[in-house]
């Protein structure tokens, strides 16, 4: 059974930093591609961050590069995302969302439910 | 940036035909994906490289795609469509995943 569990979600002060995870399990983490995506309260789908399959190649939004830093463990079947200096429009259900390696354009073949992150003071 | 335009609704009647586009400007010669959300869940991809459907999905949903707009159709529409819809595109000239605005199916 495909699992994609995110975690580290919370309520963080603007200019504070966040760390989420994604604990995948049910095929293999090392054959597919992984991205998080972003949705604000009530607002449609926006990708984040996207890193290849063997974690050499990572690509950014515009709105978070330099901020927001993609990583994962392939031992742990574990994606990660550093959020640093976070503002309000960060606030969002994050989601971590994989694609089976080999094809740039792939769809993403699986999701995980989410993970709110709130950024306020 | 490439941006992906899609209407921010559609209604139709149980029984009839639901399209919604997803307009763009290479969309012709992209390979644009299509998902299915709904509230509180995570989403689910319906259509795949424009016209493939994952196993699982009805035949009733088709997909086209040519000129400046990719389709979503949804024939014989059910209460249970109802749901918000986005298309995607990897955007070969920035390498950046790119997704539409969403429409929200409302089935009346």
């Known amino acids: 059974q495909v699992q994609l569990v995110e975690t580290g979600g919370g309520v963080v002060q603007p200019g504070r930093s966040l760390r989420l995870s994604c604990a995948v399990s049910?095929?293999?983490?090392?054959?597919?591609?992984m991205n998080w995506v972003r949705q604000a309260p009530g607002k449609g789908l926006e990708w984040v961050a996207a890193?290849?399959?063997?974690?050499?190649?990572?690509y950014y939004a515009d709105s978070v590069k330099g901020r927001l830093t993609i990583s994962r463990d392939n031992s742990k079947n574990m994606l990660s995302l550093q959020m640093n200096s976070l503002r309000a429009e960060d606030t969002a259900v994050y989601f971590c969302?994989?694609?089976?390696?080999?094809?740039?354009?792939?769809?993403?073949?699986?999701w995980g439910q989410g993970t709110l992150v709130t950024v306020s003071s | 940036s490439f941006v992906l335009t899609q209407p921010p609704s559609v209604s139709v009647a149980p029984g009839q035909t639901a399209s919604i586009t997803c307009g763009g400007n290479?969309?012709?010669?992209?390979?644009v994906h299509w998902y299915q959300q709904k509230p509180g869940q995570a989403p689910v991809v319906i259509m795949y490289?424009?016209?493939d459907r994952p196993s699982g999905i009805p035949e009733r949903l088709s997909g086209s795609n040519s000129g400046r707009t990719a389709t979503l159709t949804i024939s014989r529409v059910e209460a249970g469509d109802e749901a918000d819809y986005y298309c995607?595109?990897?955007?070969?000239?920035?390498?950046?995943?790119?997704f539409g605005g969403g429409t929200k199916l409302t089935v009346l």
């Open positions: 490289y424009a016209t």
């Open positions: 049910g095929f293999t983490f090392s054959k597919y591609d």
């Open positions: 290479t969309i012709g010669s992209d390979s």
């Open positions: 890193i290849t399959d063997d974690g050499i190649n990572k």
């Open positions: 969302a994989g694609s089976r390696s080999g094809w740039s354009d792939r769809y993403f073949d699986y």
């Open positions: 995607q595109v990897w955007d070969t000239s920035s390498d950046h995943w790119v």
